[in-house]
């Protein structure tokens, strides 16, 4: 199991770093043109690119933070299951927590 | 304390213990080893020690001086001690038998683990091999292949210090050098004993192992390419 949880981890890395630099072009393009926040929300609800795109980030997000919290902790005196299972708690957090934020955005 | 003598503490015990202190006349090209054996024979015999070579070969002189894990034979004390001060303690992430002698096999049991062993493809009835040195495989075998067993990085590794199953720089560089091996042939059984939540995919790279090694190893090198080879065969549904 390590070697897949290494590969997703390293594969969310890859995915988040483009995605990192997009949105943070589009907030500075986006600022410096003075949009209102009501603007950014009319560009954004109701589209598909912008809900895969912030739908993606937090998927990979909450996977690289999980298998990444759990390596951690799994260097902690904690015993080892703990570390898993706060590693997935962790995960699925983020995923809720990202996917509200995301329907709030494109909904 | 004058410019003739040396402040030493050394660890005595075991497990539990404290370090005491001895005062050793600092000599000429003293190395650290001069000094413990100093001690031994002069003030203390009871201290226990291992060291066989006393030239850099055989490995088991090792120990942890002011800190840092180093062959106690090859390392003059005027270069290591800190203002005429050394300390000299068991090397760190093994247990302690003694004073200054660890129980290594815990970390050669780990080369085991790793599937550290040579399996060869061919018998006394084929000819030899032919091995082109120029190849990269044989290149990255030979960077790797002057290991000692010291455990020296084993000592130095943080993350064997966090995680006592963990394999360690040494025993993964072992089986990077025989994946590199033509001659071998339990490359994917090796793979899979390096795969564990122990294994290679453990290490964060520190490359306290490549620092420390009086051999100038890399075994963070070789770690990353165990990386790169299991993921190559999980993708390939190999593993």
Redesign the interface.
């Known amino acids: 199991?390590?070697?897949?949880?290494?590969?997703l981890q390293?594969g969310s890395a890859l995915v988040m770093a483009p995605l990192v630099l997009i949105h943070i072009g589009v907030m500075v393009v986006a600022v410096r043109n003075g949009l209102s926040s009501e603007e950014i929300l009319g560009r954004t609800q109701g589209s598909v690119f912008w809900a895969a795109f912030y739908g993606l980030f937090v998927l990979a997000a909450a996977v690289h933070g999980g298998i990444g919290l759990r390596?951690a902790l799994?260097?902690?005196p904690l015993p080892?299951p703990a570390a898993g299972a706060l590693g997935l708690v962790f995960a699925l957090l983020a995923l809720w927590l990202g996917g509200r934020a995301v329907a709030a955005l494109v909904a | 304390m004058g410019k003739d003598m040396l402040s030493v503490e050394i660890w005595r015990g075991a497990a539990e213990g404290a370090f005491r202190r001895y005062e050793v006349p600092a000599r000429q090209s003293q190395t650290v080893l001069d000094v413990v054996t100093w001690v031994q024979r002069e003030l203390d015999p009871g201290l226990a020690y291992r060291f066989a070579c006393r030239v850099g070969m055989c490995g088991s002189c090792a120990m942890m001086v002011n800190g840092r894990p180093r062959w106690t034979c090859r390392s003059h004390v005027d270069r290591v001690a800190e203002a005429g001060r050394l300390e000299i303690a068991p090397l760190r992430n093994l247990p302690v038998i003694k004073d200054l002698a660890c129980d290594m096999s815990g970390f050669f049991d780990k080369w085991d683990r790793a599937e550290g062993r040579f399996h060869p493809t061919a018998n006394r009835e084929n000819d030899v091999a032919a091995i082109d040195p120029a190849t990269p495989a044989r290149a990255a075998a030979n960077a790797g292949i002057e290991c000692i067993n010291c455990g020296i990085c084993h000592a130095a590794c943080d993350v064997v210090a966090w995680n006592a199953d963990y394999l360690g720089p040494a025993a993964l560089n072992r089986a990077w050098t025989l994946m590199m091996d033509t001659r071998d042939g339990a490359g994917r059984e090796r793979l899979r004993a390096v795969s564990g939540d122990a294994g290679c995919h453990a290490c964060h790279s520190h490359q306290s192992c490549m620092t420390y090694c009086p051999n100038a190893l890399n075994p963070t090198a070789a770690i990353a390419g165990l990386k790169r080879m299991t993921v190559k065969a999980a993708l390939k549904g190999e593993l």
């Open positions: 199991m390590a070697v897949w949880l290494f590969i390293r390596a799994a260097e902690s080892r």
